[in-house]
Every structure is written in C-alpha cells, then in structure tokens.
C-alpha cells in the first residue's frame, strides 16, 4: 500500500454502497478508485493504462445502475480493474493474476457482478443482446450495459451484433470507450450538452411525435421526414453509422466528466423507447497517471513497478525472447526476399512485428481486432504472390478457424501462420493459453506444422516456412525467453518432416515436439542416473511426421513417450494412429503421450502450470518408471 488515505472508497465495499453517496462525492471516490488500481498493479502486475481510463465511467455505471440486477459487461475484460475493487474484491485485488487469485479478466465463476467472461475481445454486444432478449422473455424490466473498447469495436462479430439488434427491441445499452481518440475528435460542453439533449426525456418525446406526425405523410415526405431528424444529429455528433445499424446513437462526451456521464446515463437507463442506445465515451488511456500518459503504449500491460516513477522490475534475461527472435528472424528473410509480408491483429508489439513495421513500414499490415479477416486477407495476398506471414496468437487464431481451413487450406494458399504464446502462459491464464493449435490444425490435409523447441530452431523454421510457397504452414513457439544458444547470423531452411536425435539410448525413448524439450533432457539425465539408458529427440514437425524417426524410436526402446505443451488430439495423436496403422506396435511397444490435461488450468506463474499439467522432468521420469513397471518393484524391495 501506499499509505494514500481512501475514505469514501473504504466506505463501498459494493455497489449498493456506492449508490448511497451524493453524486458530488464521487469525484473524489474516483480520485481514490484510481490511486487504489495504480497500487494494486504496481504490485501484481498487469493491463494497467485500459483500467485508468474507465475510472469515472465505472463509477458512474455502478452508481446509476442496479448492478449486479441490471447485468454490465467489460470488454475486453483487461478493462475492469476498478470495478473488481468496487464489487466485492477489493481485499483480493493484490492476488490479480497469482495463483489461486483474482483473474486479470471478468470470470464469471469469480463473481456475480462479472456476468460474461471476456478474455477475448468483441463478444459482449452479442451476450449482451442475448443476455436483455432472454430477460424480455422472462418479462423482467433489467438493464443490459455493454462496455466496448480498448480496440474492441474494430472486429466484425460487433457489427454483426449491431445488425441484429434493432430487431430486437431490447434494453441493450452499449457504451462505445473510444480510448484512442479514432473515432470521435476531442469533446467539450457543445458535445455534452447535445448529448444530454438528445437523450433526455423531453427529446425522446419530442421525436416520438415527431415520428407520428411523419407516419401521416405520404410515403415520400415520410421518408425524408424520418431522415432529415436522423442525419441532422449525425452531422453534428458523428453517430451516423450507429444510427443506419439502428441504434440511437449518444455522443460523443467526456468519460472523465462525471457531471456529463451521469445525466446521460440516468437519461438512457429511465427511457424506454424500445431501441437499443449507443453512449460513444471518449476517455484518456493511462489517465491520471503520469507515467502512463507519457508511455506510448500508456502502459497497457505492465510487470510489477515503483509507483513513483512508473519503472517496470522486469527480469533480466541473456537469452531474448521468442517473440523478439521472431521478428529479427522475418526482418533476415524479408530484408532477402521483396514478397515477404507481415500480417498481425492489432498485436504489433505482442507479436513482435513492430519491429517489422519499424524495418520495412509498407510491407506490414495491423489490421485491428479481426483475425477472421487477417487470415482471408493473407490468403488475397497469397493469390497474387507474394508471401504473407500471418502472426496470431495461438489462442486468438481459434477466432478464424473457417477462415483457416475455407480460404487457405483448402485453396493451398501458401499463407505462414506464426503462432505466439504457444502452451501455457503464466498469469494471463486459460483465455490465453495456446493450448489446441496442433490439434485443430493437425487434422487439416495438406498443412505444414513446426514447433521450435529453442530460439536457433525458431530462426530456422521461419527460414523454412519462406521457402514452403505450395501451402500453408504453421509455427508454434512459447511465450517468454529461450534458452540462450549462440544464435547464426540468419536460419537455414530444414528438411521438411524430419526431426533430430539429440542424444542415443536403448531403453526409454522421449520425443518431444516444442518448448518441452529442455524437460526432456533433464528426465533423461536422472533416467540414466538410474541405469535406463534414455533417447531423446526433437520432433520439428508433427505434419509431415517423420515417420522413420518415430519408427526406429518404437522398434529399439521398450518405452515410447511423446510430450507437448497441447491438447488431445494434437502430435501425441498423430504418433498413435501411425503406429497402430503401420504395424509397429506390435512388438510389445509401451507408449505413453503426455499432454495438458483435459481442463483449464488457471493463471499461476508457469512454474507452477506445468507441475499442474504433469509436463515436467519429474512427471516424465515417473511415467518412464511407471511404464517399465519399476515402481512396484521398488515398493516390493
């Protein structure tokens, strides 16, 4: 703690306390909801700028609206720091993102005030929309407030929700936080003012009037009647577009002035016009703290930091990053080869391509919240030949899996998936775990999958996926740093489907495919401590699978185990089903694929997940020494 006194703040452990303040006190209980996030953070780490900006508005939804009765949807979910404290939590709020602590998302299971979960972006106009038609049916009279920004708005399943839902005729309330100032110019009393007007009570009737009269026109003057009201307030306030997806659009006013948000926000939540209302909110990110606002990121995820200056403690490392040797890796192939390009959505900097951008400006593409439309997007560029890298984190390209297999496989378009994050990611949890990739791509004919075990074979297999230009292919790499080999001036193309033997045994053999290799080596060390002689070797591909590799590891050993950081269904899967259809199990062979266990593992450090999953050096001396049956011999000596 900082020591800062939060007087009004200790008086609201919840909502329902909140709403007992005078309106005028919670410009300070604001002041205090942004001193208690910036410390909390400053301690476990986290999405920091997204939650400063939503400070007054979080207040203000709280306070006008009947929460947890009336449902409110954060997204994307990194957003709702501060109305974590202000529901319950915030004697938890120092466990953000620790082990048997709060999520750094809403979590449905965490609370009754987080009713959808929203790791991922995008969603919560369509749950919000499901959410106010399924309480019509029920005949309940309850708000639904959806809260969508930090980028969110760019992808298309939110228009897609738009479209339907003046259908409806439903209590949706969706408040657009534009924090980058990409839609609305900067906003003052004139634009305050107007939005007050436009949703007020008199207004609402005024124009319901004015819509009876225009039903007694002739259809011609009906229709110009009913338009001229409509594109008037759209050119003074820009909401336009909102209003041809149907919704009565309000806006665009301050989020930090809580003497706007709030008649505005009591205006829509006592109307009742049957139309669902978008509130376009223009907020800072990073708002209130320094450090944050002069950050050119404005310090959207943070390690743990001092509060004063706002410097990170992040750890130091003499091995670079995956991530890092990724886009070193691309800038070596592109700065060789004109047709490269580089494709992300909206993860510049989490994908490593801002450094691409930084290289080579016209050649890289973000192209915002839409995987969906990043990978149809590489496939055109495919067409017309050149070679589109398309880097997506694992658990993100799940978003674009018709697009996959309908606009790329399917058509052998020669489109390089990178795959970030690959495995389990520490604190950032299940939402963001790459954990089905091999799986959901595995069984697509005709792809290319890699998983670099060490940063030297990320080098390589980017080399290798730029000189695949007959299909797709994916790469999958973990988050966080390599293991620290001297790296070559650029990657050599390997040979596709074939793996490597990075030490000869004659007993157990381990064949791991991606970032648990290492594991693999430190089992077989205490394995030959203990007299069984142990192979381990480095899958590469697990499509084409190096059939010759896994077929002299199953006729020379007793004991086959292949180990990756994915699901069921994933190389394990297709090592199986090739022994069995080629005879090769016949010998007696005992084989024993380990992978993640058929569950969500919360975010905890990685440490810990993988001693969770059973993907360690000890869980693989254990199923070694359970397969060879020595444990009951132990037990019986």
């Known amino acids: ?76 979910g990194h957003q709702c720091y501060p109305h974590k404290i202000l529901t319950g939590r915030r004697d938890r709020i120092r466990t953000l993102r620790m082990g048997d602590g709060l999520s ?54 939110a228009y897609e929700a738009m479209n339907n839902a003046a259908s409806t005729k ?69 909401g336009t577009l909102f209003e041809e997806l149907g919704f009565y659009y309000i806006g665009p006013i301050d989020g930090h002035n809580l003497d706007h948000l709030l008649p505005v926000l009591q205006n829509v939540r006592d109307a009742d016009d049957g139309k669902p209302v978008l509130i376009h909110v223009v907020t800072k990110k990073g708002k209130g703290y320094a450090p944050a606002e002069a950050s050119a990121d404005k310090l959207h995820a943070v390690a ?68 969906q439309h990043a990978v149809t997007f590489a496939a055109g560029m495919a067409t017309e030949g050149f070679k589109p890298f398309c880097a997506i984190y694992s658990t993100f390209l799940q978003r674009a899996y018709d697009q996959v297999i309908h606009d790329v496989v399917l058509q052998h378009l020669p489109v390089r998936f990178a795959l970030d994050r690959a495995g389990l990611v520490g604190a950032d949890g299940a939402t963001h775990a790459g954990s089905f990739d091999v ?54 193309v390997l040979p596709l489907g074939k793996g490597r033997i990075l030490q000869e045994g004659t007993k157990v053999a381990i064949l791991s495919y991606g970032g648990r290799l290492g594991e693999a080596r430190k089992a077989a060390a205490e394995l030959g401590a203990r007299g069984l002689s142990t192979t381990v070797a480095d899958a590469r591909f697990a499509k084409p699978l190096d059939e010759d590799l896994v077929r002299r590891l199953a006729r020379e050993h007793e004991v086959l185990i292949t180990i990756e950081e994915g699901s069921v269904g994933g190389f394990g899967s297709f090592v199986l089903q090739f022994l069995a259809t080629s005879g090769a199990l016949d010998g007696g062979l005992k084989i024993r694929p380990m992978v993640l266990p058929d ?35 132990a037990a019986r000596a």
């Open 1 to 76: 703690m900082t020591g800062t006194k939060t007087p009004l703040l200790d008086l609201c452990p919840t909502p329902a306390h909140l709403r007992a303040l005078k309106p005028e006190q919670l410009r300070q209980l604001a002041d205090e909801l942004r001193t208690e996030t910036i410390d909390a953070v400053s301690v476990t780490g986290g999405h920091l700028g997204a939650g400063l900006g939503v400070v007054e508005l979080t207040a203000a939804l709280h306070y006008v609206f009947d929460t947890p009765y009336d449902r409110l949807i954060w997204d994307v």
């Open 104 to 157: 750094g998302f809403t979590k449905r299971t965490e609370s009754e005030y987080d009713p959808f979960g929203a790791g991922h972006s995008s969603t919560s106009i369509s749950a919000g929309l499901g959410m106010a038609v399924a309480s019509a049916m029920k005949g309940e009279r309850r708000n639904v407030i959806a809260v969508i920004g930090d980028g969110a708005m760019s992808a298309g399943m």
């Open 170 to 238: 439903s209590r949706l309330i969706v408040v657009l936080n534009d924090n980058d100032m990409s839609i609305a110019p900067p906003v003052g009393a004139m634009s305050a003012y107007l939005s007050r007007l436009i949703s007020s009570k008199p207004y609402l009737s005024l124009r319901h009037l004015a819509k009876e009269i225009a039903d007694q026109l002739p259809r011609p003057l009906r229709n110009v009647a009913r338009r001229a009201e409509e594109y008037a307030r759209g050119m003074v306030t820009g």
């Open 304 to 371: 743990k930091f001092d509060v004063v200056t706002g410097a990170q403690a992040k750890p130091k490392s003499n091995a670079p990053t995956f991530t890092r040797v990724f886009a070193q890796s691309l800038i070596k192939e592109a700065e060789a080869d004109p047709g490269i390009v580089a494709i992300n959505a909206a993860m510049p900097s989490g994908t490593g391509l801002d450094l691409f951008a930084e290289r080579f400006p016209d050649r890289c593409f973000d192209v915002g919240i839409a995987e």
């Open 439 to 492: 799986a959901y791509l595995g069984c697509l004919p005709d792809i290319v999958l890699m998983a670099a075990a060490d940063e030297v074979d990320l080098m390589h297999m980017v080399a290798t996926q730029a000189a695949i230009d007959d299909r797709a292919s994916a790469l999958r790499y973990p988050r966080g740093e390599g293991v620290g080999l001297e790296m070559p001036d650029r990657g050599s």
């Open 599 to 633: 569950a969500y593992l919360d975010h905890d450090n990685p440490a810990k997940q993988y001693d969770t999953a059973g993907l360690t050096a000890r869980h693989i001396v254990a199923t070694a020494v359970q397969a060879l049956g020595l444990e009951h011999a």
